[in-house]
């Protein structure tokens, strides 16, 4: 199975982030997640729990076989080649809307001998894309998958929040993390 490795670009290691960054782990593994970018000594003993962790940028790992995952890439990522990946990197980047290109500016820029993928134009949840490349990493088509853009969480009877990323439909629901629903549930801001 190759490596999935998510470059921390956010300044600190949020809630929102651990709970994704945890639900990944359940994903792919503990042995097949590395983080990269933690720079806070804090942010690595709560993060080793769930995968590899590196205090440097994945960009000073020289990775040989390696893909980035940027959804401003030109070719999109099919079975066949992501086999031949052993490394799959991520932005760990909590999205805004719309989506301001950040994995291109802050990783695709500045990592050397990587290929650039994408699995689509649209934003995905950094959850959502690793599951996706590893569904296309174990030989489905990015064509044959399906998803749902945009899902509406309800907060109380009156209120309800809109996260407005594209989401795999996996048995026929929204891949989402529960504890992360739980979580924004119980949040008063955003």
């Keep these: 199975m190759p490596i999935y490795i998510i470059e921390h670009l956010e ?22 997640l590395w983080f990269s970018n933690i720079k806070l000594k804090k ?5 080793k729990r769930y995968g590899r962790v590196i205090k440097e940028s994945v960009s000073k790992l020289n990775l040989k076989n390696a893909c980035i ?21 991520f932005g760990g980047i909590l999205g805004d809307y719309p989506a ?11 990592v050397k001998n990587a290929a650039a993928r994408n699995i689509g134009k649209k934003q995905f949840s950094t ?6 490349a590893k569904q296309i990493a174990s030989g489905k088509n990015f064509s044959n998958l399906k998803f749902k853009d945009k899902i509406e969480i309800q907060k109380n009877k009156v209120e309800s929040f809109i ?12 891949l ?14 955003f």
């Design 127 to 132: 959850d959502n894309a690793i599951y996706v």
């Design 100 to 110: 301001k290109k950040r994995t291109k500016d802050k990783l695709t820029k500045f």
């Design 11 to 32: 300044p600190r290691l949020s809630k929102w982030c651990l709970i994704e960054y945890k639900h990944i782990s359940e994903i792919v593994g503990k042995r097949n």
């Design 176 to 189: 989402a993390s529960k504890e992360l629903v739980r979580y924004l549930k119980r949040k008063r801001t």
């Design 163 to 174: 996260l407005p990323y594209r989401y795999a439909l996996h048995e026929g629901k929204p």
């Design 69 to 89: 995952l940027d959804p401003d890439a030109r070719k999109t990522l099919a079975p066949k080649e992501a086999r031949k990946f052993r490394y799959f990197i």
């Design 43 to 47: 942010d690595r003993e709560k993060l």
